[in-house]
């Protein structure tokens, strides 16, 4: 039996490394993929946790929401993207600072 | 009132419309001739007859309406015959004797303006209106003073006879307003007609009291001698007499013209006009004004060298005589002597204007500096120019007072007027007839040792400078105006009796005083005195003049010294009267300089500390408030738009530091 901790530090793993890509990458499909990282290591969280609530398996249920929510959100995200290099003919994020002073 | 505006119409038509000057001329004297007819027509229609008044409303001030208009009697009819017939010689005469002139057109409008001015005098109908066409006349005698204004001595003339005429003007000012206080009315029909307000008026107990109001009853002297000190200006009294010299700047036919018809005569004809309002007392001094300056006058003329001089203080005495008949109730004997005087002296004039002309013409000619107008010059013009020789010599017997001539008829009733009014009288006033007679005598002198100096002899200026010169006789324009005025020199233009001054006409058209009436031996001494001695006097300078027989030498002598500088008055004026005006002003402007402008300064100087005090708060602790916390909100700014980056994995960071920051302040205060 693997005890919940291995499943949190790899959960806190994945996150930490979506958190690097977020804040470090210069294309926002690899800003995007850090997003991915961070809310598969909340998903898994769910799914682990749900072995304390063997009645309702509310976690793997919350889970599943999560999963179609990201895919939805994907979808939207990648076409902000395709507009914003349709627009820009970029997709660096730094290069895209009109919102500054 | 046609008659009075054609010269205005002269004066238009010179000033504005681009004609020759000859056209000019012609205009001007077609017009003047035509105010000439008219005024014919018009004198024979009003004289001794009804008068003529006509008027309309001008303004209405509260319930004081003033009314406008023109008087015709016998005094405006026979004032108008005068100037306009006098003025139409005038213009024919300077048709040649202004000919050439570069600024002739100009000559012609003043000429206009000038008798439009004096017609309008003598037709108006109220003191105000007289009292404008008073100034007009002042005003464009300046202009015509001042005709050559390249001359220093013109401009100098002009101006001194209008400042001095301005003190007239002021006394004629202040009588209007004591008049329009006392009777509230200015119209000379109800003023002094006569059944007027004026003869109404009387004076009891210390007040003079009229229908309209009363005041103090010296106001009827001061507004007595108000008028009179007008008149004084106008026709040069003493002591106003010095303008009257000088004025022999200007043309000699503009001269002419101011001595005989049009402006010294204005100051006669006001006096004639008011005549009821003079009290005894007025018309004492008057009279006595009038016999000094007639003296005065005649003694400077004695002496002058300059021929416009001599003739210039022989109309001052003149008009002191008539000034003599005016205070001595022979308000008809003055008029009488004011109308032969404007003939004979219009007559003088105009021939010594022909004489300078003449010599003018010699000096262009031959280039030699000499002054045309200095008798001692010339000599011998008998021969040379007889027609002006022989019309002058008429005018001089006039000027005498000799038998047949209109002098003779005028001077002696005033003279005998005189005599009878010092009947009436004590003291000073007794010696007035006698300076008059006095006065007489020396105009013979004068005048004869003029005629001699100029028309006897030989011509000094070709003996004084060694010159042979051509001196012929006027133009004919000139010479026909000559004969004309000479034709009035003689008694049947005025009386069909050569010998007695009571049957000429004009005095019958003013009222009558009883001396008129041939009653005692005055009537028949006088005119006898009178003309044998200036029968003398004429004899002795033709002996001094005519024949260069050894005279006395006077010249040396206290007395004639005194005549020659003209009694020093002019002296008196400028070294008293101006020099004090002057250091007055100075005065005044050291005053102002220091005093005034000082503290005008001082109060500069401390508005000035004060605004710099001023100035340095605002611009140290106002400024520095403002800009300070301008300043500190940029730079709170700046430092604020540096979060603004634009990026957006930068403000992901902020938003974790934030939400991160939020845990741990939680966590470290356990409510988590």
């Known amino acids: 039996m693997i005890p919940l901790s291995h499943f949190m530090i790899i959960s806190a793993a994945l996150f930490c490394i979506g958190l690097y890509a977020v804040l470090s990458k210069r294309s926002a499909i690899m800003i995007l993929i850090g997003i991915e990282f961070m809310l598969n290591a909340a998903i898994l969280n769910f799914v682990a946790f749900s072995r304390y609530d063997k009645f309702a398996a509310g976690g793997q249920t919350f889970a599943l929401f999560a999963i179609v929510l990201a895919a939805a959100a994907v979808a939207v995200a990648l076409a902000i993207i395709l507009n914003v290099y349709g627009y820009y003919k970029t997709i660096d994020p730094t290069q895209i600072d009109q919102l500054r002073d | 009132m046609l008659a009075a505006f054609l010269p205005l119409l002269t004066f238009f038509i010179s000033l504005f419309v681009p004609v020759k000057p000859a056209g000019k001329g012609a205009a001007a004297i077609f017009n003047i001739g035509l105010s000439l007819i008219l005024s014919g027509a018009l004198f024979l229609k009003v004289w001794n007859q009804q ?10 001030i509260g319930d004081f309406t003033l009314y406008t208009g023109i008087l015709l009697n016998n005094l405006s009819v026979l004032m108008m015959l005068l100037v306009s017939g006098i003025a139409l010689l005038v213009h024919v005469y300077s048709t040649k004797y202004m000919q050439g002139d570069p600024y002739l057109h100009r000559y012609w409008a003043y000429l206009g303006l000038f008798c439009f001015a004096m017609l309008g005098l003598v037709i108006a109908d109220n003191l105000l209106l007289m009292y404008m066409a008073w100034e007009l006349v002042g005003f464009s005698s300046y202009l015509l003073i001042g005709f050559w204004f390249t001359r220093h001595t013109a401009v100098l003339a002009n101006k001194k006879a209008f400042i001095v005429n301005r003190i007239g003007d002021l006394g004629f000012l202040i009588g209007i307003m004591i008049t329009l206080t006392q009777f509230h009315t200015l119209d000379l029909t109800e003023l002094f007609g006569s059944n007027g307000l004026v003869a109404n008026a009387v004076v009891k107990g210390g007040m003079w009291q009229s229908q309209a109001g009363m005041m103090p009853a010296g106001w009827l002297t001061a507004a007595g001698i108000a ?8 026709s040069a009294q003493f002591p106003l007499h010095t303008w009257l010299p000088d004025a022999m700047e200007g ?21 004639a006009r008011i005549y009821p309002l003079f009290g005894d007392d007025v018309l004492l001094i008057i009279a006595i004004t009038g016999a000094f300056t007639a003296f005065m006058a005649a003694t400077i003329a004695l002496v002058q060298n300059d021929i416009k ?20 109730g022979a308000q008809a004997a003055g008029l009488f002597h004011l109308v032969t005087h ?16 003449e010599m ?32 002058m010599v008429i005018a001089s017997l006039a000027l005498t007072g000799l038998p047949l001539m209109s002098g003779y008829l005028s001077k002696d009733s005033i003279l005998i007027n005189a005599f009878e009014w010092a009947e009436g009288h004590s003291g000073l006033a007794k010696l007035i007839p006698y300076s008059a007679l006095l006065t007489s005598w020396l105009t013979a002198f004068y005048i004869s040792r003029l005629i001699f100096k100029v028309f006897f002899g030989e011509l000094r200026l070709e003996q004084e400078l060694l010159v042979h010169v051509h001196i012929h006789e006027a133009p004919s324009a000139m010479k026909y105006v000559l004969v004309v005025l000479a034709v009035f020199c003689f008694f049947p233009a005025f009386s069909l009796n050569p010998f007695l001054f009571e049957d000429a006409w004009i005095l019958k058209g003013f009222p009558v005083t009883d001396s008129m009436t041939r009653v005692n031996l005055f009537h028949t001494i006088i005119p006898l005195a009178v003309n044998l001695i200036a029968m003398l006097l004429i004899f002795i300078a ?24 003209q009694w020093y008055i002019d002296q008196f004026y400028t070294n008293v009267l101006v020099s004090g005006f002057v250091s007055v002003s100075r005065l005044v402007y050291r005053f102002d300089r220091v005093v005034v402008d000082g503290l005008v300064n001082i109060f500069a100087r401390a508005a000035k500390a004060l605004s710099v005090m001023a100035a340095w708060t605002d611009r140290n602790i106002v400024d520095r408030i403002v800009n300070g916390a301008a300043y500190l909100t940029g730079q709170g700014g700046r430092f604020f738009g540096h979060f603004q980056t634009g990026r957006l994995q930068h403000y992901f960071v902020t938003m974790l530091l934030v939400v991160l920051a939020f845990f741990i302040y939680k966590y470290y205060s356990g409510t988590i």
């Open chain 2, 542 to 565: 033709w002996l001094w003049y005519g024949k260069q027989q050894r005279k006395p030498d006077f010249s040396a002598s206290g007395l004639f010294r005194f005549a020659e500088g």
């Open chain 2, 342 to 357: 404007a003939f004979f002296k219009c007559l003088l004039f105009l021939a010594a204007g022909a004489v300078i002309h």
């Open chain 2, 309 to 328: 001089r001599i003739l210039a203080f022989s109309t001052i005495s003149q008009l002191g005589f008539m000034m003599l008949a005016m205070g001595t």
């Open chain 2, 227 to 234: 008028f009179f000190l007008g008149a004084v200006a106008k």
């Open chain 2, 360 to 391: 003018a013409h010699v000096k262009d000619k031959q280039g030699i500096a000499f002054d045309p107008q200095d008798i001692r010059l010339m000599g011998g013009l008998r021969k040379r120019m007889p027609v002006t020789f022989a019309t």
């Open chain 2, 51 to 60: 008068s003529f008044h006509f008027r309309i409303e001008w303004v209405t």
């Open chain 2, 251 to 271: 043309p000699t036919s503009v001269s002419s013209l101011i001595h005989a018809a049009t402006m010294v005569a204005a100051g006669v004809f006001l006096l």
